[in-house]
């Protein structure tokens, strides 16, 4: 069976850190052509932030601005999110998710799409 667990989530102040987990099962991080964090706030729809796909080839979304960092550890089948000077606007429900059948071959990996297994969500909000 696979899972996908997120962690870390929590309220923080604006300019703190978080760091988001997600860990699998049924599954390898190594045998993944990608795995990704999306991020969905109310009324708006899911988006992508951040993915890690093969031969570590990382995508970040525009509007991370150099503050996440997304990072796996294939020996512990866990996938990471370091997120520092976090704003109000980051506040959301973050999903981890993985692409264990190369659903998108070409283009742009950062959508929701391209991931057939998701996890739960963690909610992380962030205060001015």
């Known amino acids: 069976q696979v899972l996908l667990v997120e962690s870390g989530g929590g309220s923080v102040q604006s300019g703190g850190s978080l760091r988001l987990s997600c860990a699998v099962s049924?599954?390898?991080?190594?045998?993944?052509?990608?795995m990704g964090w999306f991020r969905q706030a109310p009324g708006k729809e899911r988006e992508g932030v951040a993915l890690i796909a093969r031969w570590s080839r990382i995508t970040y979304a525009d509007f991370t601005k150099g503050r996440f960092t997304i990072s796996q550890d294939n020996a512990k089948n866990t996938l990471y999110l370091q997120m520092n000077s976090l704003e109000p606007e980051d506040t959301a429900m973050y999903y981890c998710a993985a692409d264990l059948y190369n659903r998108c071959p070409s283009g742009n990996r950062l959508n929701v799409w391209c991931y057939g297994y998701w996890g739960q969500g963690t909610q992380v909000t962030v205060s001015s």
């Open positions: 049924g599954f390898t991080t190594s045998s993944t052509y990608s």
